[in-house]
């Protein structure tokens, strides 16, 4: 059975870290570009970050330098270590497969509709 489960969230302060993780089961791991996505209350889901399956990466702009993506395909999981969080990163966050060798600004848009394969989501709380 085709599964993407993403586990990790939870309550943390401002300033805390955390560690994401999106298990793959059921398809070919390695052939699958895989992303983060995020929607807080009454947004529009934002990507966060993907990574193709060689381990190139792609941050979005509100991220960078707080959010690492990587990715074991040994084990079918990528993860996302997210730092510094601030209350704006409050959201469910997602994640995604395409099959797809590359991972590019334009697929973490909100107009891309590639993505193949979505997980439950699981919600991180950033709040004192």
């Known amino acids: 059975q085709l599964q993407l489960v993403e586990s990790g969230g939870g309550l943390v302060q401002p300033g805390g870290s955390l560690r994401l993780s999106c298990a793959a089961s059921?398809?070919?791991?390695?052939?699958?570009?895989i992303g983060w996505f995020r929607r807080a209350p009454g947004k529009e889901r934002e990507g966060v970050s993907c990574?193709?399956?060689?381990?190139?990466?792609n941050y979005a702009d509100s991220v960078k330098g707080r959010i690492t993506i990587s990715r074991d395909n040994a084990k079918n999981t990528v993860y996302l270590q997210m730092n510094s969080l601030k209350p704006e990163d409050t959201a469910v966050y997602y994640c995604?497969?395409?099959?797809?060798?590359?991972?590019?600004?334009?697929?973490?848009?909100?107009?891309?509709?590639?993505?193949?394969?979505w997980g439950k989501g699981t919600l991180v709380t950033v709040s004192s």
């Open positions: 995604a497969a395409d099959f797809q060798p590359r991972c590019t600004a334009t697929m973490m848009g909100i107009d891309y509709y590639g993505w193949d394969y």
């Open positions: 990574i193709t399956s060689s381990g190139s990466t």
């Open positions: 059921g398809f070919t791991f390695v052939n699958f570009a």
